[in-house]
């Protein structure tokens, strides 16, 4: 069955919803992502990329990030990048070992970490993740007359 955009954005906001470290889940463009009025971390942050469309398929390519307050001092850093890439390797997993209907990633990933980011001193982790979903090309789901 095909998937849509927005039933893979569903699916990776519900690992968000489920997993019981992250505190906030958002998407949208990275300018969009609320740090100054964020106050719940770790954030799961889903930045959508690009489409590719093949012959059966589509790839929904994503750029993730996971990342969590690091103290003025910086005596938690390293703490915090250690749960933040297990978090983000929590996610791959999920995806990888076919947790979601529908949703696969054939992918390895290179993870990419981060310190003193943004306005507030976020750490953690970046990645890319590609989705690929089914897609059969139907003419009869085009809405023409």
């Given at each position: 069955?095909?998937?849509t ?20 889940t958002e ?49 938690n850093?390293?703490?915090v990048?250690s ?17 979601y ?12 970490p ?25 003419t ?6």
């Amino acid at each position: 069955m095909n998937k849509t955009y927005n039933n893979v954005i569903d699916a990776l906001k519900l690992i968000g919803d489920k997993h019981l470290m992250i505190k906030k889940t958002e998407t949208g463009d990275l300018w969009d992502m609320d740090l100054e009025k964020n106050t719940k971390y770790p954030l799961y942050f889903i930045n959508p990329e690009s489409v590719s469309a093949s012959t059966n398929t589509l790839t929904m390519t994503f750029q993730i990030f996971i990342c969590d307050m690091v103290k003025t001092d910086t005596t938690n850093e390293q703490e915090v990048l250690s749960d933040t890439l297990q978090i983000a390797l929590d996610i791959i997993t999920l995806i990888k070992e076919e947790q979601y209907d529908g949703l696969y990633t054939q992918e390895d990933f290179n993870l990419e970490p981060f310190t003193e980011r943004f306005d507030n001193a976020l750490s953690g982790w970046v990645f890319t993740l590609p989705i690929e979903v089914e897609n059969d090309y139907q003419t009869c789901d085009i809405p023409t007359i």
